[in-house]
């Protein structure tokens, strides 16, 4: 195998026309310089020299090698220097996948963070809810995947790396005039007779369990992945709803007021990324920018 350090040898032999003044522009001595000289000869399988007195003077197949040293050593000089940007920072790029509430609250607190501190990383973001968003992760769509779950479920991510960042509990959503609008808690069973609006697939799952656990089924007459639409339609009267508090950090519930529900429903929001990637500068820096982000 041709090493890099022996076509620098070569090419400072061939420049030169001697191994005394190539280990002198090379700053080594000169019988290192005859010693990678032979291993590159033995590596090559042919004469790449020919020594003639004190001259030297390359072979046919010595002048192939210097010809093409230098395209060589200097795509490595640039995959060494883009490498070492990349560790250092200095540039890279991260595939962010998230759920529409994490999109609005987490995410820009800590993607403004990670351009401040790192300019040279490019962050992308696309929206999806999980389990799709997970998918995406184990199937090399994107890098971190910030997703969330109800309860815990022991073996469900044990093949990625975990990152918690916060509890995020759910609250109930009710029109002002509702007959529990001025209540600071109710029990999800008062709802029992209203017409509901959903969420996502996940969530409204989970609304059947809660609510099924309290002694009836909802009649779910609205579903919407769109949390402003959910509260838009609360807020016309048409329904109840029940979303998760980061939810409502960014939009601002007109004619519509929450309260709490009991029993307390809360998911948890973490940020995902598999093993190797979590060794990745650029990812290890996004992960650490979304969890000060959660804490504030």
């Known amino acids: 195998m041709i090493e890099a350090r022996h076509l620098r040898v070569l090419r400072a032999v061939a420049a030169t026309g001697s191994f005394s003044a190539a280990a002198r522009e090379l700053g080594c001595t000169q019988p290192a310089v005859s010693q990678q000289m032979k291993a590159l000869e033995n590596s090559a399988g042919t004469p790449l020299l020919v ?38 920072l200095r540039a890279g790029r991260v595939r962010l996948v998230s759920f529409p509430s994490g999109s609005s609250t987490l995410v820009p607190t800590a993607l403004a963070a990670l351009r401040a501190a790192h300019p040279g990383t490019r962050v992308s973001l696309v929206e999806a809810e999980p389990p799709r968003s997970v998918e995406m992760l184990r199937e090399g769509d ?57 969420g996502c697939p996940r969530c409204r799952r989970q609304l059947v369990d809660v609510c099924e656990g309290s002694g009836f089924t909802p009649r779910i007459d609205f579903a919407t992945d769109d949390y402003p639409a959910v509260i838009g339609l609360v807020g016309a009267g048409l329904g109840v709803a029940v979303l998760p508090e980061l939810a409502m950090e960014s939009v601002r519930p007109k004619g519509a007021r929450t309260v709490a529900v009991e029993p307390a429903v809360e998911r948890e929001i973490v940020a995902l990324t598999l093993p190797d990637l979590a060794q990745v500068p650029a990812v290890a820096a996004t992960l650490d920018e979304l969890t000060r982000a959660a804490a504030r």
């Open 51 to 88: 020594r003639t007195g004190r001259e030297m003077r390359l072979t046919q197949a010595g002048e192939a090698l210097v010809r093409h040293a230098a395209g060589i050593l200097a795509g490595l000089t640039a995959a060494e220097e883009e490498v070492a940007a990349i560790a250092g």
């Open 142 to 198: 994107c890098d971190i995947a910030l997703a969330f779950r109800y309860g815990v479920n022991a073996t469900e991510w044990d093949d990625l790396v975990v990152r918690p960042l916060l509890v995020d509990r759910l609250v109930g959503l009710v029109p002002e005039g509702h007959r529990l609008a001025a209540e600071e808690s109710v029990a999800i069973a008062e709802l029992a007779d209203e017409s509901w609006i959903a």
